[in-house]
């Protein structure tokens, strides 16, 4: 068996580690959580010691996520590790996602949430307005420089 198919199993068996909520439909993770409550599982699958237990439980079920793109949650439940809570998304289908979506989760009522999708909808004008927002929620929401640079490019092509 290769070094890939060992993590995988791995992972496999060590993301058992959920409760099912039966109103959601959701794996609720029961182990280490992020400070946004996303789970974290060690694993080096995607070239450093952890992986968010979403991410994972993608990896798992479908293949490696391809560069820069986001495993997002159809539940809003950042603990969620149901394979078929999650799709996989552009950093900026993420945030448009988030901004026209009223969700039940506290992240989503974040005020500046509205702020950025006014600042989206007039992207020209407000455009450095914008990036300081896009900046500060995807630092609250922990993404990484590299998808903050992304939505930042994709931004300019708009
Ligand atoms: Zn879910």
Redo the contacts with the bound molecule.
């Keep these: 068996m290769d070094r890939f198919q060992k993590q995988i199993d791995s992972l496999k068996r060590r993301l058992s580690n959920y409760e099912l909520d039966e109103r959601?439909?959701?794996?609720e993770w029961k182990g280490c959580k992020s400070q946004g409550g996303y789970g974290v599982i060690g694993t080096c699958i995607e070239g450093r010691t952890s992986t968010f237990t979403h991410r994972a439980a993608w990896i798992v079920e479908n293949g490696l996520i391809p560069n820069g793109m986001l495993v997002c949650?159809h539940?809003d439940?950042p603990a969620?590790v149901?394979p078929n809570?999650l799709w996989l998304g552009s950093p900026t289908d993420n945030i448009k996602d988030m901004v026209t979506k009223q969700r039940h989760n506290p992240a989503r009522k974040d005020p500046m949430l509205k702020e950025a999708q006014q600042a989206l909808l007039h992207s020209e004008r407000k455009r450095r307005k914008c990036i300081t927002y896009m900046k500060t929620l995807f630092d609250k929401y922990e993404l990484t420089n590299d998808e903050i640079l992304q939505v930042l490019e994709e931004f300019k092509h708009k």
């Design positions: 959601t439909g959701c794996w949650h539940c439940n969620c149901n809570h």
